[in-house]
């Protein structure tokens, strides 16, 4: 993985324009290395193909910054999706499953070699072993389109209600949140899986520009708005990546989003214990979303407190951020 990120024939595809042809068969670069250091080391060679409309997939192994213990800093990755969501026509996707996966490949597959867009693709691996579910039906639109409901909270209950928004390996630390506010708050979630929020942000930028442009017909309303249009409920985001990355959708869940994610630096410890220093673990979502709740009165601020002490979260702990 580091040698063909490092040089050698990484580089030669990535500088080299487009996939090519060996005895008239078309052949399809994929090209896997350490998330971590794609952008860091390569990054002139990443704008390069871009330039040259490049097509072709890159996927950044042992991706997010918790997913990768005991091998240093150097290995933690927590902001390639900050850096791809700058290229243009790069789409940037932070899948959680093999089933997202093989959707995000298969519609590459045809975007770029029968549509012949001039687009070229950024999927983030984990390198955390995890059941891989079926997939719900009719997921494949949200999958591409950057985000789908993948459980429901059961309908009709009275109680306060909030979304969950989960990418990569921590939309499992979604999941496992929603089962303990259930259970132990009695709020009920609905989870999403987030694969892409860049493809959420430039279908709403694309959506504001047609509005901006075209004032005298019916607006556009942006997937991401169309998703959770209908109630008001609170929304948490949590990835292992920087707060940055959710936060991309902010202004269009206005006074919603709450993100959780990976900023600063971390330790090389256990993925449990990295997960509770960044606050991205399921203790931790259960905490921001009762706290969301409590903000609009929804519950009690004394259940907040209640729950820091119960599910064993330090409030004195130091901030991620700075240490």
């Known amino acids: 993985e580091e040698g063909i990120n490092e040089g050698g024939s990484y580089c030669s595809w990535i500088a080299s324009g487009t996939s090519y042809s060996t005895h008239g068969v078309q052949t399809i670069p994929f ?3 350490y998330s971590m250091f794609g952008f860091q080391r390569i990054g002139d060679l990443i704008w390069a193909a871009a330039d040259q409309r490049t097509r072709g997939f890159l996927l950044g192994a042992t991706s997010g910054r918790t997913t990768l213990n005991g091998e240093g800093l150097q290995h933690e990755d927590g902001h390639s999706h900050v850096l791809a969501s700058v290229v243009p026509n790069l789409l940037a996707f ?22 012949r867009e001039d687009i070229f693709y950024y999927i983030t691996l984990y390198n955390e072993n995890y059941p891989m579910p079926p997939m719900p039906a009719g997921a494949e639109e949200g999958i591409l389109k950057g985000a789908y409901k993948l459980k429901s909270s059961p309908e009709g209950e009275d109680r306060p209600r909030i979304h969950l928004l989960g990418s990569g390996s921590l939309l499992r630390e979604a999941v496992r949140a929603q089962e303990i ?10 989870v999403w899986s987030v694969t892409s929020y860049k493809e959420l942000r430039r279908d709403a930028l694309e959506s504001d520009r047609w509005n901006l442009l075209h004032s005298d017909q019916e607006p556009r309303k942006p997937y991401v708005v169309q998703i959770f249009e209908g109630d008001d409920w609170p929304i948490v985001a949590v990835s292992d990546y920087m707060k940055l990355v959710p ?24 993925r449990e214990a990295l997960r509770r220093f960044f606050e991205v673990d399921a203790e931790c979502v259960v905490i921001a979303a009762l706290w969301q709740l409590a903000q609009r009165g929804k519950v009690d601020r004394g259940v907040v407190k209640r729950a820091i002490e119960e599910l064993g979260v330090d409030p004195g702990k130091l901030d991620p951020l700075i240490s």
């Open 31 to 33: 090209y896997i290395y």
């Open 94 to 115: 932070d899948p959680a499953f093999a089933f997202e996966v093989a959707v995000i490949i298969r519609d590459g597959l045809k975007r770029m070699y029968t549509d």
């Open 181 to 190: 506010l259930r259970e132990k708050y009695g709020v009920a979630a609905d």
């Open 247 to 270: 936060d991309m959708i902010s202004r269009w869940l206005p006074g919603r989003l709450l993100s959780l994610g990976t900023d600063g630096f971390g330790r090389s410890d256990t």
